[in-house]
């Protein structure tokens, strides 16, 4: 009996570079959500950036990421020891993927206010799948801003072209 070989070699998967997340205000009547291609370098200081500004917000309160039971919150003791907690995000050196495979995160903005965004992944990408690289990109979105201190007040109408704007401006800022 002759058994035949396998002599095709398998190609190895091509890495992830890019993800997709969808982002939605939560308890906000009509909804308001973005829709935004990222690099999977993302760290979550640089998250928080593109939400200030896809939301047209200005950065001026304090904010929180909430990944299944771990949070960015801190104690004073913790800040003013410098220390990191075991389990908590580090904004500026943990990424956002993989760790948003394990289910969606939650972004709130101004404690006073308690803007609560919903941050889901959709669709990742590798590089043969991309049609542009100069990430970061709104590829969609809905409703409109919210101004900063006043919950029932709409802002800005939401223009993809004018948060992409800023995110080319923010990519010029972060680039190395």
């Not at 200081?45 to 200030?52: A, C, D, M, S, V």
């Not at 903005?109 to 990430?135: C, I, M, N, Q």
């Amino acid at each position: 009996m002759k058994w035949k070989v396998n002599t095709m070699q398998s190609k190895p998967a091509e890495p992830i570079v890019a993800m997709e997340l969808k982002i939605r205000l939560i308890q906000v009547k009509p909804s308001v959500s973005r829709t935004i291609l990222v690099p999977t370098t993302l760290r979550y200081r640089q998250l928080h950036e593109l939400i200030q500004i896809a939301f047209g917000w200005e950065n001026a309160h304090l904010h929180e990421f909430q990944l299944q039971q771990i949070s960015t919150t801190r104690s004073l003791m913790d800040v003013l020891l410098n220390a990191q907690p075991e389990g908590e995000i580090d904004e500026e050196n943990d990424m956002v993927y993989p760790e948003i495979l394990n289910g969606s995160l939650t972004y709130t903005y101004d404690f006073g206010e308690d803007w609560k965004h919903k941050v889901e992944l959709g669709k990742v990408y590798t590089s043969a799948e991309l049609v542009r690289h100069d990430l970061p990109l709104c590829i969609r979105g809905r409703g409109n801003n919210m101004l900063e201190d006043g919950f029932e007040e709409p802002g800005a109408p939401y223009s993809r072209d004018n948060i992409n704007r800023q995110f080319y401006y923010w990519r010029m800022r972060n680039a190395k």
